[in-house]
């Protein structure tokens, strides 16, 4: 998602807008947990300070498709990531390099990174009724219990 940023560079603009919808393709999710992720909504804009560094600000919704933690069945989560900070600050954060005097600026990798930091560790589908829970010799902990060791319980009471 390259910005064209020359009028910005020239001083003939003192901001670009960014209004764009993007959609990843299979190939950029492959090495995530992300099922789709199909029209993210990109609003904001791109400024250049006093010293000539660009400022970015902008706001990422959409929603992302992501397999249930219980049943694997596919799960929307809904997002919303506010980005705001010095692109070559955070571009360098993401081990990306961004040289001043190019013609274009990629945000494509901020949004990226931005949006794989807000994939929750553990999703669950509203609808799990129908996954086996237990069976022999194991069943599914859904809260967490305290378990106490036998051996140990008898150190409790010396304490």
Do not use: H
């Amino acid at each position: 998602m390259n910005i064209d940023i020359t009028r910005l560079r020239s001083g003939l603009e003192d901001y670009i807008l960014i209004d764009e919808t993007y959609s990843f393709s299979e190939d950029e999710l492959r090495d995530s947990s992300i099922l789709k992720l199909d029209n993210v909504k990109i609003d904001g804009d791109i400024t250049k300070n006093s010293i000539d560094e660009y400022i970015i600000n902008v706001v990422v919704k959409g929603t992302m498709v992501l397999p249930c933690s219980v049943s694997l069945k596919p799960v929307d989560y809904d997002f919303s990531i506010q980005i705001s900070g010095n692109v070559a600050e955070i571009m360098a954060e993401f081990n990306e390099i961004f040289e001043n005097n190019q013609k274009t600026l990629d945000i494509l990798p901020i949004i990226w990174e931005n949006i794989l930091m807000e994939i929750p560790i553990r999703i669950v589908s509203d609808d799990i009724s129908d996954v086996k829970t237990e069976g022999e010799g194991w069943e599914l902990i859904t809260e967490e219990k305290e378990m106490v060791n036998p051996n140990l319980a008898k150190l409790k009471d010396l304490l």
